[in-house]
């Protein structure tokens, strides 16, 4: 089979015939039909997160927002089958340890990252082998396609949580969130179809543009304003109840904690660069005396996919609209380039493999 397999961190990736995958006892093969390139897919490419033990290694096949067919499933596996239609979930848990049974795979003891993994080779290929299928894999609803999937990717499936799940967003909160790529664009969506009035944060107008198309009432260029926070807190009339790092820089981390009120809720979604190694210096003293609180969101459980399905299958939230755009298997690397200048608006999606 076809596949980009990475050689070298930061160097185009190698379009290489591969063999294919067979399925493990419990594991399924999924003929991949739509995948989303995302941010992720740039920190795997440029070998970040070694401070998290994902740095990626040569050879690895990248590629964590599948979509597609099912086309062969282990002696083992009970409620999947060929010819299903299904989506893959990025953070493909165990199904048996604590977190997992509570419904928690997202942080599942043995969480195993798709693309970033040698166990879990990634969908940036015609075909990937999903451990765990029963567990791990989420059958569509008609009427979400493989594109629509692929678009909801990681970023829709990361806010909703963080936004739905984690954070306590009211109707008229004001939402503050620093960052639209694709995690950032969705949040917004998100938070608007909630019922939040939203205050996107970004260093380019385009972006902020697409934001106000979201859902955005008021939008914030980074760039042209000496003090982002001030900012924030001058539109919203003191302050944020809930606001989102949808990057993972120490500035966007710091900007969106000091973007909120008293007892705001700050959401860390975004994970951190090189730069930072996980380390972020946070105003503590403020936080405590205004009792701000800092969530960690990561991933969204699939036993609640459902949830976002209903409103997309609804017309509440539409994928596609952070979409720029269906590519081949072989303008993946060019794609992840352009993300190293935030160069790229929305979120490319393979659908030619
Ligand atoms: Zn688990
Ligand atoms: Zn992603």
Known sequence: MRAAVLEEHGEPLSIEDVDAPDPDPEGAVVEVEACGVCRSDWHGWQGDWGWLDLETQPGQILGHEPAGRVVAVGDEVESVSEGDHVAVPFNLGDGVC????????????????????EQAQ??????????????????????????????????????????????????????????????????????????????????????????????????????????????????????????????????????????????????????????????????????????????????????RYDEIFRMVSTGKLEPEKVVSETIGLEDVSDKLAAMTDYGTVGIPVIDDF
């Open 122 to 303: 990634g969908a940036f290929a015609e075909q990937l082998h999903v451990p765990t299928a029963d567990h791990n894999l989420v059958e569509l609803p008609d009427g979400v396609s493989s594109v629509d999937m692929a678009g909801l990717g990681c970023r829709f499936m990361t806010s909703f949580h963080a936004l739905a799940h984690r954070a306590d967003i009211g109707a008229g909160d004001w939402v503050s969130i620093h960052g639209c790529g694709g995690v950032g664009l969705s949040a917004v969506h998100i938070a608007d179809a909630l019922g939040a009035n939203v205050v996107a944060v970004d260093l380019t107008d385009d972006k902020l543009e697409k934001a106000r198309e979201l859902g955005a009432v008021e939008g914030v260029n980074a760039d042209d304003v000496e003090d982002v926070p001030g900012e924030v807190q001058s539109i919203t009339d003191g302050g944020a109840q809930v606001s989102m790092d949808a990057l993972g820089i120490a500035t966007t981390c710091q900007n969106s904690v000091l973007s909120l009120d008293a007892h705001g809720q700050h959401v860390q979604v975004g994970l951190t660069t090189q730069d930072e190694q996980g380390m972020v210096h946070l105003p503590t003293d403020a936080m405590t005396m205004q009792e701000i609180e800092f969530i960690g969101s990561l991933g969204m459980p699939p036993t």
């Open 98 to 117: 604590p977190r997992c049974q509570r419904g928690h795979s997202n942080i599942c003891e043995n969480v195993m990252p798709l693309g970033f993994v």
